[in-house]
């Protein structure tokens, strides 16, 4: 009897003690969804708690809690946030990029070569305007003022001059050359009159000789002397074999194509045969 008592008493004595109802040493994941955790702090969770379905808890604040939370992981996060690759990953590194420790590197460099480059990825949309220099282009021969590209067979692209000579040949047919307009030639592009000359054959000749132009010789007819375009300058040989004038003080210089340069000699008092022209350049 004294023995049945002795037990109830410390029954009641156990009962009588308080229960720390929020100690937590395993959570199932049923568990998750029923148990109130506002009641839970940190000091409620011990370390190494095993999860067999996900961990829902506010109180995890620490990056060192939240690694002791991590089986077999270490040092995964540092005091800055980042995280640390060098032991802990299989990223691993392909063409152009290298995978050092916690560094990865870019081995692309600064510019792009040859071999880098395939036919035909790179089209006009790419290239912005004006960026090639003449320098870098692959031609035969050095630029020169007024010169334009153009392609032949023996030298591929070269720089070739843009001018030109519309010329005629005075003959006195043994005798000294007379007066009168000589004749015409074609003028088959808009081009600029940059000089105008004479030259003789053999031996000196003294002679004037003016231009004429009519742009629209199929309605106006061959050019006339009101069609001259020498003002006071006219081409002139003065006792001499050879004379070029490139000021053309006066001169209307700007011939259209379709016309027709016409020459007529005003005098002459020496000179049996002698080539007159004039040095275009094309527009």
Same mark, same amino acid.
């Given at each position: 009897?004294?023995?049945?008592?002795?037990?109830?008493?410390?029954?009641?004595?156990?009962?009588?003690?308080?229960?720390?109802?929020?100690?937590?040493?395993?959570?199932?994941?049923?568990?998750?969804?029923?148990?109130?955790w506002s009641n839970v702090t940190d000091a409620d969770?011990?370390?190494?708690?095993?999860?067999?379905?996900?961990?829902?808890?506010?109180?995890?604040?620490?990056?060192?809690?939240?690694?002791?939370?991590?089986?077999? &992981?270490?040092?995964?996060?540092?005091?800055?946030?980042?995280? /640390?690759?060098?032991?802990?990953?299989?990223?691993?590194?392909?063409?152009?990029?290298?995978?050092?420790?916690?560094?990865?590197?870019?081995?692309?460099?600064?510019?792009?070569?040859?071999?880098?480059?395939?036919?035909?990825?790179?089209?006009?949309?790419?290239?912005?305007?004006?960026?090639?220099?003449?320098?870098?282009?692959?031609?035969?021969?050095?630029?020169?003022?007024? %010169? %334009?590209?153009?392609?032949?067979?023996?030298?591929?692209?070269?720089?070739?001059?843009?001018? @030109?000579?519309?010329?005629?040949?005075?003959?006195?047919?043994?005798?000294?050359?007379?007066?009168? %307009?000589? @004749?015409?030639?074609?003028? %088959?592009?808009?081009?600029?009159?940059?000089?105008?000359?004479?030259?003789?054959?053999?031996?000196?000749?003294?002679?004037?000789?003016?231009?004429?132009?009519?742009?629209?010789?199929?309605?106006?007819?061959?050019?006339?002397?009101?069609?001259?375009?020498?003002?006071?300058?006219?081409?002139?040989?003065?006792?001499? /074999?050879?004379?070029?004038?490139?000021t053309l003080t006066g001169w209307t210089t700007s011939?259209?194509?379709?016309?027709?340069?016409?020459?007529?000699?005003?005098?002459?008092?020496?000179?049996?045969?002698? &080539? &007159?022209?004039?040095? &275009?350049?094309?527009?």
């Amino acid at each position: 009897m004294f023995r049945q008592i002795s037990l109830i008493l410390i029954l009641l004595l156990l009962l009588a003690l308080p229960v720390r109802a929020t100690m937590i040493c395993h959570v199932i994941d049923k568990d998750l969804h029923n148990y109130n955790w506002s009641n839970v702090t940190d000091a409620d969770i011990p370390d190494n708690i095993t999860v067999t379905g996900y961990v829902q808890d506010t109180d995890i604040d620490t990056e060192a809690e939240l690694e002791s939370l991590l089986t077999d &992981v270490t040092d995964v996060f540092t005091n800055n946030d980042t995280i /640390d690759i060098s032991d802990n990953t299989n990223l691993s590194a392909s063409d152009g990029i290298t995978l050092t420790g916690d560094n990865l590197t870019c081995d692309l460099g600064t510019s792009i070569e040859s071999a880098e480059i395939t036919n035909g990825t790179i089209v006009n949309a790419d290239i912005a305007d004006d960026t090639i220099a003449e320098v870098k282009l692959d031609i035969y021969n050095a630029p020169s003022d007024g %010169y %334009y590209l153009k392609y032949t067979t023996a030298n591929g692209m070269e720089w070739t001059s843009n001018r @030109g000579i519309i010329g005629h040949t005075l003959i006195g047919n043994g005798s000294t050359i007379t007066t009168g %307009y000589k @004749g015409h030639m074609p003028v %088959y592009c808009d081009c600029t009159i940059v000089a105008a000359g004479a030259s003789t054959e053999s031996g000196n000749a003294t002679i004037t000789v003016d231009v004429w132009f009519e742009a629209d010789p199929e309605n106006n007819g061959h050019p006339t002397d009101a069609d001259s375009i020498t003002a006071s300058a006219p081409i002139t040989l003065s006792d001499d /074999d050879y004379n070029r004038d490139t000021t053309l003080t006066g001169w209307t210089t700007s011939l259209t194509a379709g016309g027709e340069l016409g020459f007529n000699v005003d005098s002459c008092s020496a000179g049996n045969k002698v &080539v &007159v022209w004039v040095e &275009v350049e094309k527009q």
